[in-house]
């Protein structure tokens, strides 16, 4: 319920749309209507756990007088709750406001209460109480999009003598810079109910409105157009940990000059082939060796130095010898470290820049058991990479700073009684034992010990309890010389123990030395305040809204502690450099002119090229389609019917790009065996696909030449197919071709300027002697035309393809003087078997280009059984079909059975049971033949095999 008058006068009242419910009821005159006590919600807030009163305190609140019930017997407000006072409410007009004082919680979270006395402009009859809370912009954020995330808020209109009837409302609310303020227009008090009378308005008039917020996290900042100058690392599944570490080296400059300066061995660089971000989100080829640690690191660094997108490591990943397994659990960030560190000191041993890590990370402390009656000592030095301090101490007390734990660290422990300390020949002796510090590293690693194991519940638990740690940590007072320290980074893990999310905040210095924190959530990176990356992460409570206007005074009064929250978000691992050596800061500039980077250069850039080459083939190779070539000799081997799926006969397949043009498919088809040996002419040639209509037909579709052949793909498999009909002019034989010498220069057609008004047809021939279809090729013609432009008395093109299967023996020869018959197939089935008229056009026939027609002779008659008049070479138990409707019919119901018959005496065996039920489409007379002679060649007979017999039903 936001206002869009943010940061203005008082008279800008914040306007709010009507919140429904499923029913259409208007949530907010509901709420108008009765008193909220919210139970307890998912962040913690509850009412008082004794709000609700016994017997025994019903019975006192029915005998005690009404003054327990006053005001003046409620509690001061809370720590997180204003209370403001309006005098003399009436006196405002609608639609005019009026702001009570700011509270600032821990968070920077800034509130108070924007109160409009009689109601906003938008608030409907009668006038009534309107109150908001508003979130006061942080200081210094004026040109930034902050926001607060998930803050509860509550207001409470206070009566005066009965604070049992007082109205509060709840509610949870995002605020940011747009949205400054959430309340409700009604629902408190009407106008008429402000008298001193009903307890509303105390003797001088003044209403009361208490107000209380919640605010969990810290203020959040938008990503804006204010370039950031880093990029983030992409998460591989469980890999935030790894990113938050790797982000805090590659911040820390000294550190990336020294894995950039370290050379690489010659024997690594003969298998450096790095990956790529692109081929990392397509699959990595884990059959590739993986590269050495020092390799990936230096690849990773220098992506994340100069490239403008997130980076991967996964690289980085395989080179820890991590599979895919690793990447979905989540390790502990400080092993990591420890784990990455002495995987680069090995590899740096021998090179000059052997003990750089060393000299930037190791610290020095003494372990001592001194004796206190007798002069004994005894001591041994350690080095550390980080200290692991307490969050709480031995004796389970809660540590509340960073000062604090590392003296819990050095404190000394006396040794005496039973554990008194055997000093050799002095015998059992009291002693102090302890740790001193003798030197600190420049950069110095603290992990907070918040994962501990609790003996009580037997299982590991994470303490939320609150650290505070500063910005200049000083440890002259450990060690002497050591000086002052700057926070420096500060990583956070947001979760429990079985689970969590680790997000890292990094300061930057600028040229001037000024401080600008930076939040690095994965491949989110944004500019942060100052509190967000430090005070946000001490851990700790929050105190949550709670509803105590039903509880009595001596129940209030008797309470403990406020109902809160605990911070699952907390530091757990920080970095301090030394303030003296802010220049181990400074991010190393990478030029080819230093002699210490060109090598690097050289090869990260010539990776870089490789990669790019690589992601490019990797591409197209993806986008590559194979295309099936059809010609019109091919079309002309189908027998029957259309076939169901794309097994059509074809001359030879070839690869092109699918975002090239139907253009740059017909240069390649140019190229290909037949049309090159007989030089046809690119102007002679246009291409058909292969494409599926909205009725589910397979048919031929013209192909412009400026159409992608990527929105012709037959489907979007992972090997993407398509197939094309290169249909050639009609004056070229269909078979070779070659050009006829008596045919002249006008029997050749620039198909090339293909038009819509122009058809393509595959025709087919049905010959009722032989019961067979063939395919006499393809027809194209104007669609003006009408169908028996096929059929001209001399030479028709009809008669010309005919005379070719004539000859083969396919088909018969027709009778003379003909009359023909033309069917459409528009599917399989008998009914789908359509006749046309010869007569009329084929655009008033309806035919579209691609579309099969079927010619054959005229016939009336119907189905026969053979000897029942003409002659055929239909087989003899095969019924003869006059028309094409009937053969579609036959066809749909014939079945073929093969029938093996056995002896009685034959044993009964699976070896011996050949018999078998075969269920296939019409056999042609030439299938027939082929079982006769399969038949002829059976195996020798099995012992009480009789015989076989074949038939077709």
Known sequence: MDSEADGKEEMSPPLKRPRLGPEGIDLDEKASAEVKHLEEDDDGDEDLPDSRPGPEMEDLRQSSPESLWRKENLQPPLDHEIEFLLKDPKSYKQGQSVHSHSKTLHGCFTFRLLVFPMGTEVTSPPPQLAAFVEAVPPPGCDEIRWHFEGVRYQITAVNWKDYRKSTTQQDTWSFSRDHSDRGWHKGFVKASQMTSESGWLNDEGELCLRAS?????????????????????????????????????????????????IEVPESDLSQIVSSDDVSDSLGIDEDRPALPLLVSLQNLFYRLQTSEVPVSCRELMRSFGWDTADAFMQHDAQELNRLLCDRLEEQMKGTPTDGEIKRLFEGEFENYIECID?????????????????????????????????????????????????????GKQRARKGIRFKRFPPVLYIQLKRFMFDIEKMDMNKLNSKMEFPQILDLEDFAKGSGQYMLHTVIVHSGGVSSGHYYTFVRSLDSEGKSQWIKFDDEMVTFCSEQAAVEDNYGGEDLTVVNYFSAAPDEIRDRDSWPSGQRIHNAYMLSYVRVDQKELLTPPVLTSEDPKYRALIERCTREAKLAEERRRDRVQRMNRVEVKLI????????????????????????????????????????????????????????????????????????????????????????????????????????????????????????????????????????????????????????LSEPLKVMLHPEDSWLSQRLQLFVQQGE???????????????????????????????????????????????????????????????????????????????????????????????????????????????????????????????????????AGDQGTSL
């Not at 059984?865 to 019919?889: K, L, M, T, W």
């Open 213 to 261: 917020c919640s605010c969990r996290r810290a203020m959040m900042q938008a990503s804006g157009r204010r370039p950031v100058g880093h990029v983030g690392l992409k998460n591989h599944g469980a890999t935030c940990y790894m990113n938050c570490l790797l982000q805090t080296l590659f911040c820390l400059g000294h550190f990336r000059h020294i894995a950039y300066s």
């Open 374 to 426: 007798v002069d004994y000592r005894s001591q041994r030095n350690e080095t550390f990479y980080d200290l692991q301090l307490n969050v709480k101490d031995e004796s389970g007390k809660e540590i509340t700073s960073l000062e604090e734990s590392l003296k819990d660290f050095v404190r000394e422990e006396i040794l005496e009684g039973d554990n008194a300390y055997d000093a050799e020949s002095h």
């Open 631 to 782: 010609f019109e000799r091919d079309l002309m081997k189908m027998k029957g019917f259309w076939p169901a799926q794309d097994n059509f006969p074809m001359s030879q397949t070839m690869k092109i790009d699918g975002q090239e043009t139907t253009e740059a498919l017909l240069r390649e088809a140019m190229e290909v065996q037949p049309l090159v040996e007989q030089n046809v002419s690119e102007d002679h040639v246009t291409l058909f696909a292969l494409t599926q209509r909205k009725t589910r037909q397979m048919r031929f579709k013209h192909l412009p030449l400026d159409d992608a052949l990527k929105c012709h793909i037959q489907s979007a498999a992972l090997d993407p197919q398509i197939s094309i009909l290169v249909m050639v002019s009609q004056g070229y034989d269909p078979q070779t071709l070659e050009t006829s010498s008596q045919e002249t220069e006008d029997v050749f057609h620039a198909l090339s300027e293909w038009t819509e008004e122009l058809i393509l047809l595959i025709v087919k021939y049905f010959c009722p002697v032989k019961q067979v279809i063939v395919t006499l090729g393809c027809y194209y013609s104007q």
């Open 811 to 945: 088909v018969a020869a027709p009778p003379p003087n003909t009359q023909w018959q033309c069917w459409e197939e528009f599917g399989r089935a008998a009914k789908e078997i359509k006749p046309r008229d010869i007569e009329k056009t084929m655009k008033e026939e309806g035919l579209y280009c691609g579309d099969v027609v079927i010619w054959q002779p005229q016939s009336a008659a119907g189905p026969r059984r053979p000897g029942e008049g003409g002659a055929s070479e239909a087989p003899e138990d095969q019924a003869i079909c006059a028309n094409v409707r009937d053969y579609a019919e036959q066809c749909m119901n014939h079945i073929s059975v093969m029938v093996r018959l056995f002896t009685a005496e034959a044993p009964l065996s699976p070896e011996g049971c050949y018999s078998h039920l075969e269920l296939c489409q019409p056999a042609p007379r030439a299938s027939l033949q082929r079982m006769d002679e399969d038949d002829s060649e059976q195996p020798p007979e099995l012992p009480g095999q």
